[in-house]
Each structure stands twice: as C-alpha cells, then as structure tokens.
C-alpha cells in the first residue's frame, strides 16, 4: 500500500515562507500524481495545486498563482509545495494526495486521487 507522509507545517507570520514535503512509501519505483489540498476550519477542502507523475503538468488554485510553487524529487519520493507570501486565509490542513493511474495529467480535484495523507498544519498569524 502506498503511503503518504506530510511534514513542513508550523506557524508562521503573515508574509512568511514554508515548504511543505510529500514523501511516499511502498511502491517507491514507480512515480505518481500529486495534488495539494488545504482545509480551513469551518470550510470545504479546496486543491491548492498539483503535479503530474513525471512533473510535465502542474496547476494552480487562482488564489494562490505565483505565490505557491510546487516541484517533486522522483529520487526521493518527495513532492514539495514552496509557500511564499503567505496570508491568515492560507491557514488550515495541508494533505497531499496520490494518484497512480495516469501518466500525463494531475488534478485539483479530490476524487482524482487515490491515497491520502493525514495531513499537516499550517497557520499564518501575527
């Protein structure tokens, strides 16, 4: 079974940075989509970004478009979400979701995706 690990969450001041990491276990030689997803409290999950499982094709949410960047290291099984400028509205539950079935696209939609990570915190707070 795949698995997905989250790590890079913390609190940081308005205007900050953080870099997110995705790093997946079992079935290490083959490569995955990747998408970014974040909850806020009281709200639904909204895709932050993906990534296509050799990194050809990646997306963005508009509210986070040159802001965020997302890139993989297929040698390490880690994806990355670089956070820059951030805002108190980019607060909530960072996942990253895995999917193993296409080659060429990713999604920002979560039935797309086949297996999930727990998550990590990320709060932007003066």
């Known amino acids: 079974q795949l698995q997905l690990v989250e790590s890079g969450g913390g609190l940081v001041q308005p205007g900050g940075s953080l870099r997110l990491s995705c790093t997946a276990s079992?079935?290490?030689?083959?490569?995955?989509?990747i998408g970014w997803f974040r909850q806020a409290p009281g709200k639904g999950r909204e895709g932050v970004s993906c990534?296509?499982?050799?990194?050809?094709?990646?997306d963005y949410a508009e509210v986070v478009q040159g802001r965020f960047r997302i890139s993989r290291d297929n040698a390490k099984n880690t994806t990355y979400l670089e956070m820059h400028s951030l805002k108190p509205e980019d607060t909530g539950i960072y996942y990253c979701?895995?999917?193993?079935?296409?080659?060429?696209?990713?999604?920002?939609?979560?039935?797309?995706?086949?297996?999930w990570g727990q998550g990590t915190q990320v709060t932007v707070s003066s």
């Open positions: 079992g079935f290490t030689s083959d490569y995955y989509a």
């Open positions: 990534i296509s499982r050799y990194g050809g094709i990646t």
């Open positions: 979701a895995a999917q193993t079935r296409s080659r060429y696209l990713c999604s920002r939609l979560g039935d797309f995706y086949d297996y």
